[in-house]
């Protein structure tokens, strides 16, 4: 982002000699500066004639609203670039993103019904060389600003600059570079410690019983589940930064239970929170629009998928319903690990079940203490129970050890062990909805001592594709068919997991155990990419292939000699995973990101780690755009593709099934044409449902 930052400089400039040659003090200054223009309106057309060109340039007005942002927050460190911003604002405000294909400015007006769509193309921005061109627009762009004619108006600009302003108060230091803070890491590390030392004033019980409170009263509460999601700001108003739940929750953890004894321990939790929403706050994470990834380009992808991983991390929790976590650790081992597990460790996967089950009937919605006493007391015994805590509980104090940033990859420990110890006699259940999948990380820790790292591969590898089978099955549907091969020569080869079908749907089914890594969770460069790439889109690029032989050839004959014909059903390619990989699996971001898929190939420094990722990403990358091209050929409209793929974990696909009768029904629920933007699967689901309770057509 280089360009932004010497555009910045360049525009500067020529500020500084816009101002020089017509100083500009008041409104009759502005007026007296816009003489040579017959009215406003016509200086804001003349915007156009200077700037907009059709050559590519490489910049346009998204990059002029950039650069206004840019001076915005650059005034925090200055104090001096707010006239600039306003200018570059006032000249956005009067640019068109699109033109005729003559170069010409479409005219504005009503379209008229069933009058076709008028042709445009990209307008281009001229580059900062055009001195002469810039300098008159920066001269309309100031004289504008005076007269207060676009005031500036972005509400993430202005709530990131002043969670800037605030942490610049407390003494930290930070600069800004193309548009965005920059916190060295010693910085955020000392940060996170003063909300540390904030919190542990309170304890760790306290603190996590604030943190759980708040999260019910702000985020709705369904599924056994805290509902995290977007918000977004209504119209032009702004709000303040959200709470960012997760990294105070990470924090919590590391602390011992008691608090210490002081006055008024509230204003050290005010502190806490206020200090942790504007560290997050500058990091710049937050969407304040629906729109924010709309049109995100090629160039843009993995910046855009790094943002939404990592305030997944900053904001929400790793959750699913705790009811489900039987079912889950049943169906993923099997029953023939029992005997070797019991040997090897005194307990098993039916104990850890039993746990489960254990722990649903103490576990709320908020944080709660419970001694070990009433846990045995429901038939669990002691020693068992004893022999299971190394696995299933941390140590007061243990957990999140290394936790120090909200960048640390080897920090956030604390979702691999459900429990906290307390003195031996008591255990802390954070939340009854982070229990689940800590469960199984510690059953599967414990598993994979004693197994090979083969045997490991193969149970997880299968793990995805049995639990969905299951889930489906549970609801009433079997696969039609399961593991299907086919190869059609020039038609393409592939496989199908899992096809389910009736008269009027097919819905393929594609399983995937990737999970999502703790460097995707944490900002780490490259990881939030190469895990959608391979847990998501992966497997929508195959799915694309099957859906494209259908609309096609009519039909997919298999190599058992079997045969799935199309028949004009409806076609939904669903994308099945193991745990949840947040806001990357809610379909809606596929529908964002799906222009920038077609245009987009990766390369990676030859040093790079996970360099193998980075080619199996673009061998699917042209799969995808090779069968997308074919798809068009074949007479499916292009916006039509992305309409009809879905993404769930195994545990949101148990509840997205619930109480479904047919596969319309499943279908309905998987791919829902309208959003919310909440970039939560099950809180979509929760507002659809909320919708069709209300008698609102969904």
Known sequence: MQDLDDRAQKLREIFQDSVTAVPMADEAAANEALEAYQSLQQASDHLFDLLIILDNTGQTVGTVRALANHFFLANVLDMVSIPIAEALNNIAACLPGIAQPDGKRIPSGPVQPGAPPSPQVTAFVRTLDHESAWLEAMLIGRAFTVLKRFPFQNARTTAVAGAATRIKRLGYDFSIRSGRYQIRDEVTENIVGQIQKCLRVLGCLNALSNIMQVALNVHPYEYEQILFGRKYVIGFGDRPP?????????????????????????????????????????????????????GLNAQALEDGLREVAHYDHCFSLRQWHLSFTPEFLTV?????????????????????????????????????????????????????????????????GEANKYYRSPFGAAGPDVIFKPLILLKEDSVVLPAASVLGPALFEATFTAWKIIKTDQEIASLRGNAAERLTKYLFAKHGFQPSFENALYDLGEQGAGECDLVFEDEENIILVECKAKALTRGAMTGMQGDALLDFASGLFAPQAQALRHERILRSAGSIHFHDGTRLELRDRHITRLTATLLDHGALQD?????????????????????????????????????????TRLLEAAGQHINAHPLNAASASVAQLDVLLEGVQSLTEVRTRLSIPMTFSTFNVLLEHYHHQKMRSQGQPS
């Not at 959200?242 to 204003?267: C, D, F, M, S």
């Not at 944080?367 to 006493?373: F, G, H, K, L, Y």
Request: proline share 4%; with cysteine; net charge positive.
């Open 242 to 294: 959200e709470l960012p739940i997760g990294l105070l929750y990470n924090i919590a953890v590391k602390l011992p239970a008691q608090g210490t004894n002081v006055h008024n321990p509230k204003r050290f939790w005010d502190k806490a929170v206020s200090l942790a929403r504007d560290l997050v706050a500058m990091l710049d994470l937050e969407p304040y629009s629906q729109f924010a990834f709309l």
């Open 332 to 396: 993923f081992f099997g029953e023939s690990f029992d005997v070797c597990m019991k040997q090897r460790l005194g307990w098993n996967v039916a104990d850890a079940v039993q746990l489960a089950r254990v722990l649903k009937a103490h576990a709320r919605p908020g944080t709660q203490v419970v001694p070990i006493a009433a846990l045995v007391a429901t038939g669990f015994d002691l020693g068992l129970f004893k022999s299971m805590l190394q696995f299933f509980a941390y140590r007061e």
């Open 587 to 627: 379909r809606s971001m596929l529908r964002n990101v799906y222009n920038a898929l077609l245009s987009a190939q990766f390369t990676c420094d030859p040093g790079y780690t996970k360099k193998r990722q980075v080619a199996e990403f673009n061998t699917n990358l042209r799969l995808f755009q090779e069968e």
